[in-house]
């Protein structure tokens, strides 16, 4: 997945939130400016090619503030329309600058 092709979908107003995405927003008191802002800026960290009925992926980027983001984007190749899966403040125990999973320890 290419995160051009998100980021067009935003930029075209192209997107879809689900509801588990919204009520996440709302939890951890996230904008949509915000949540658009830190895909414009951010990066893929993690590709889920097989997830259905669209690939999807997870992007870290960051709030207007600096805070770090992590939002999970489906892509409709077909109508270049984007879905946001999920978006959360990522937690540091669980997260190596924020970029990669830390191993668990047994």
Known sequence: MNIA??????QANRVRISDH?????QADKLSYEEI??????GEI??????DKPYPSCLIYGQTFSGDPVH????YNAQNQWA???????PDP?????????RVKKP
């Open 5 to 10: 092709d998100i980021i067009q979908a935003i």
């Open 21 to 25: 995405a919204d009520e996440e927003a």
């Open 36 to 41: 658009y802002f830190s895909v414009l800026h």
């Open 45 to 50: 960290i993690e590709n889920y090619p097989t």
């Open 71 to 74: 939002s999970v984007w489906a």
């Open 83 to 89: 879905v946001l899966i999920t978006v959360y403040r």
């Open 93 to 101: 125990n669980l997260w190596v600058n924020w970029r990669e999973r």
